[in-house]
C-alpha cells in the first residue's frame, strides 16, 4: 500500500486532487474530502479569501500499473489451481477477482481531467455553464484520462519504407476511464458563481471523477500500424482501460484549489 501512495504522489503525470492530499498520504475516502473543503465550496461562490493550495490525487498511470500486476498474480496458477486442473474440476477464481485491497484500491479513487474549452461564464446571471466533451479521438465512447505519445514522426520528412528504418517510430499510451453507466462522455452542469470567484479561477479549471473500480477492473489492448504514405510512422499504441462507477462529479480550480461545484452530470 506504502508504494502506491509513493506512486501517487511522485509520478509526473498526477494531474488529480490536491486538496485530497489525506486522499493520496492517507487513503481517506472521497466522502471526507467533500466535507473537508465544502467550505471551499461556499468561499469560492461568494468570491471571498479563497484557498491557493494546489490539488493532488490519483495517478492513472499509477492505477493502471498496480492493476496489472494484481491481474498478473491472479494468473498465476496456484497450488490448488494445478491439483483442480489435473482432476478437471473447473476453478471458480476468475482474472476479475483481485484483491484490490492489496494496491489500496478498495476505495474511492479521484480522477483530474483538465477542461480547456466547454466552460461559458455570463456575468449578467453570474452563471458558469459547463459542457465539456471528455471523450478522445481514438474511441469516443470513453473518458480519456491521459495520453502520451513519445518518439517523432515521420509525416513531410520521410518516405514510408524509409520510416522505421530512420527512426521515426511512435508508442502512443492511452488510459482510459469507462463508466458503468454505458457510453456517456459529456459532463454538463450550471454552476452559479460570482464575478469575483469567476476572475479567482482565472481560467483555470477541471473536470474531477470521484469512483470505484468495478470488474473487469482493467482491460489492456496494443495495436501496431506499418508505416504508410499518408503516415510515414511505425505506430504502436497501447490502450488501458479502467473500468469503475462513477459516484460524483466536481469542477475545480486545480492550481489554486478551489472547488467550484460538486453536482455537475455525466451525459452523452
Keep these: 500500500m506504502s508504494d502506491l501512495k509513493s506512486m501517487l504522489l511522485h509520478s509526473s503525470a498526477a494531474f488529480t486532487l490536491v486538496c485530497m492530499s489525506s486522499l493520496a498520504h492517507a487513503g481517506t475516502s472521497a466522502d471526507a474530502a467533500m466535507a473537508t473543503h465544502a467550505g471551499e465550496a461556499d468561499i469560492s461562490a461568494s468570491g471571498s ?82 459542457n465539456v466533451d471528455l471523450s478522445g479521438d481514438n474511441d469516443p465512447g470513453v ?19 524509409e520510416a522505421k528504418a530512420k527512426g521515426y517510430i511512435q508508442h502512443i499510451d492511452l488510459i482510459e476511464l469507462k463508466s458503468g453507466g454505458g457510453s456517456r462522455t459529456s459532463v454538463n452542469g450550471r454552476v452559479p458563481l460570482s464575478q469575483a470567484a469567476f476572475s479567482e479561477a482565472n481560467g483555470d479549471y477541471a473536470i474531477v471523477l470521484i469512483c470505484s473500480l468495478a470488474p473487469p477492473y482493467l482491460t489492456d489492448r496494443s ?43 455525466l451525459s452523452k
Excluded at 476479475?96 to 455570463?122: N, Q
Design 49 to 130: 479569501a479563497l484557498s491557493t493550495r494546489p490539488f493532488v490525487g490519483d495517478d492513472p498511470v499509477a492505477v493502471r500499473d498496480a492493476l496489472a500486476k494484481l491481474s498478473i498474480h491472479a494468473n498465476s496458477p496456484s497450488l490448488s489451481d494445478r491439483v483442480r486442473n489435473l482432476i478437471h474440476v473447473p476453478a471458480h477464481k476468475t482474472p476479475h477477482d483481485l484483491d484490490l485491497a492489496k494496491a489500496h484500491l478498495d476505495r474511492e479513487l479521484a480522477f483530474v481531467v483538465p477542461a480547456s474549452y466547454g466552460i461559458l461564464y455570463r456575468s449578467t446571471t453570474h452563471q458558469l455553464t459547463v
Design 143 to 161: 473518458i480519456l484520462l491521459r495520453k502520451t505519445i513519445t518518439g517523432p514522426r515521420g509525416r513531410g520528412l520521410v518516405v514510408a519504407p
Design 223 to 265: 495495436d501496431h500500424t506499418d508505416p504508410t504514405n499518408e503516415e510515414p510512422t511505425d505506430i504502436t499504441t497501447r490502450t488501458s482501460t479502467l473500468h469503475a462507477n462513477i459516484q460524483a462529479i466536481w469542477l475545480v480550480s486545480p492550481q489554486r484549489g478551489i472547488v467550484l461545484s460538486k453536482k455537475l452530470h
